[in-house]
């Protein structure tokens, strides 16, 4: 435990520009962890707290297997992951990713491509959740099916209100025109009332 609180603090301190908070084993430590793992060096201080927690309950270190592949999963994904955006930079020792995302990344890359790296490490990620919770992927389908078609009906209102609204302009656009150009038989009926108001004028 007092070893996850340190890592956590010297880490902590490093990132916030005061790597000396826990003298320089602090940020030997912090450097060395940042350096394998990147931000995802958390993670790592977040599993050896959780260890210290169980052994200090006295539980199993470790928990089922589905746990365990679950976290090296989530481990994996979040490093790559972290590393890919910059992947074309000189980050080596540096990177968000660490170590472990750029040799995973690098490697990942190298056979399918940046895309497909990134394919891997959200699949990575996504069985991660689902094997450190107790979410189904039946749910997760059943929950993205309710998604998708509550935007497709957004979407289909959202196109009627568009239509309705071109149709009420070019219908408002085309009053304005025959007000503006009216024809000529229209401008000869007006002449001709003109006329016969003339003319009962005249006789009154």
């Known amino acids: 435990m007092g070893f996850g ?3 956590l603090v010297a880490v902590i301190s490093m990132q916030i520009g005061r790597s000396q908070l826990m003298g320089p084993g602090g940020a030997a430590a912090a450097v060395g962890l ?3 793992a990147g931000v995802a060096s958390y993670l790592l201080i977040a599993a050896i707290l959780v260890v210290a927690v169980r052994m200090c309950r006295g539980k199993s270190i470790f928990g089922s297997f589905g746990e365990t592949a679950g ?3 989530l481990f994996a994904a979040a490093a790559t992951l972290l590393h890919l955006p910059f992947a ?3 980050v080596f020792l540096r990177g968000p990713g660490g170590i472990v ?3 995973l990344g690098q490697v990942t890359a190298s056979f399918i491509g940046g895309v497909g790296a990134a394919l891997f490490g959200a699949t990575l990620l996504s069985i991660a959740i689902l094997l450190l919770t107790d979410i189904k992927a039946s749910e997760v389908l059943e ?3 309710w998604a998708l078609r509550r935007v497709g009906q957004s979407c ?3 196109a009627n209100a568009v239509g309705r609204g071109v149709v009420s302009g070019a219908k408002a656009t085309g009053r304005l025109l ?3 150009f009216p024809s000529g038989d229209r401008v000869e009926d007006e002449e001709d009332e003109e006329e016969d108001e003339d003319a009962e004028e005249l006789r009154a």
């Open 143 to 145: 929950v993205l099916g």
């Open 101 to 103: 995302g750029e040799v």
């Open 88 to 90: 074309d930079g000189k």
């Open 34 to 36: 940042y350096s394998l």
């Open 5 to 7: 609180l340190f890592s």
């Open 71 to 73: 976290f090296l999963f």
């Open 178 to 180: 025959v007000a503006m």
């Open 156 to 158: 289909s209102a959202a």
